[in-house]
């Protein structure tokens, strides 16, 4: 069984015990949480389509934390002027695993 959902304004191809990292949810580790934003879903060959989205399906999932991704460097400058901006951004996500999808 296979379903895409909509998380946080992305859209995710999640199957049932997957983990995925999506953007900063504001839940709590240990949380249990209902995604109800299904786009598609496939079970045994049937495919489902939402227009836009899929009536009465949802997709469970569990909260294994929050994290912080990889630290990416911008480098600004100006040639000739002196001008020179380094900044630094780390993307906070939150790990789920997907644990049911019922559709």
Do not use: C, W
């Not at 939402?50 to 294994?64: E, H, I, M, Q, R």
């Amino acid at each position: 069984m296979h379903a895409v959902v909509e998380i946080a304004g992305t859209q995710f191809a999640v199957s049932p015990k997957q983990t995925l990292k999506v953007p900063l949810l504001a839940k709590n580790a240990g949380d249990s949480i209902e995604f109800n934003n299904i786009l598609l879903a496939s079970d045994n060959g049937k495919i489902s389509l939402g227009a836009p989205f899929l009536s009465g399906s949802v997709v469970k999932a569990t909260v294994n934390g929050h994290e912080r991704g990889e630290k990416v460097l911008v480098f600004k400058k100006k040639r000739r002027k002196g001008y020179q901006k380094l900044n630094g951004h780390r993307q906070q996500y939150t790990s789920i695993t997907i644990t049911d999808i019922t559709i």
